[in-house]
Nanobody, 118 residues
Framework: QVQLVESGGGLVQAGDSLRLSCAVS????????IGWFRRASGKEREFIAS????????YYADSVKGRFTISRDNAKNTVYLQMNSLKPEDTAIFFC???????????WGQGTQVTVSS
């Protein structure tokens, strides 16, 4: 079982930047993919970005490509989501997840709220 804890959310203004952190712990997760998702009020969960723990490229949703960057620090067992040029429509609860078999069987964090004011 993998445990994930998100942090770094908050209230910012449009155009600001924010960095979210996802601390990963538990069983060995070297073969896992870590992803960031978000769920805005009244909307379904949306994939944002993912990265493989043991290397490989990152993947992004078109809605955030060029503004958000996912990265990892293996020494700190932490995955980050750097969010730049934030827009009010980015307002959501952001979750990180870890999986080795697909997102339907992923382990999830509790989420962190990001609110972007106009």
């Amino acid at each position: 079982q993998v445990q994930l804890v998100e942090s770094g959310g908050g209230l910012v203004q449009a155009g600001d930047s924010l960095r979210l952190s996802c601390a990963v712990s538990g069983r060995t997760f070297s073969t896992y993919t870590i992803g960031w998702f978000r769920r805005a009020s009244g909307k379904e969960r949306e994939f944002i970005a993912s990265i493989r723990w043991n290397g490989g490229g990152a993947y992004y949703a078109d809605s955030v490509k060029g503004r958000f960057t996912i990265s990892r620090d293996n020494a700190k067992n932490t995955v980050y989501l750097q969010m730049n040029s934030l827009k009010p429509e980015d307002t959501a609860i952001f979750f990180c997840a870890a999986t080795s078999r697909g997102w339907d069987s992923a382990s999830w964090g509790q989420g962190t709220q990001v609110t972007v004011s106009s």
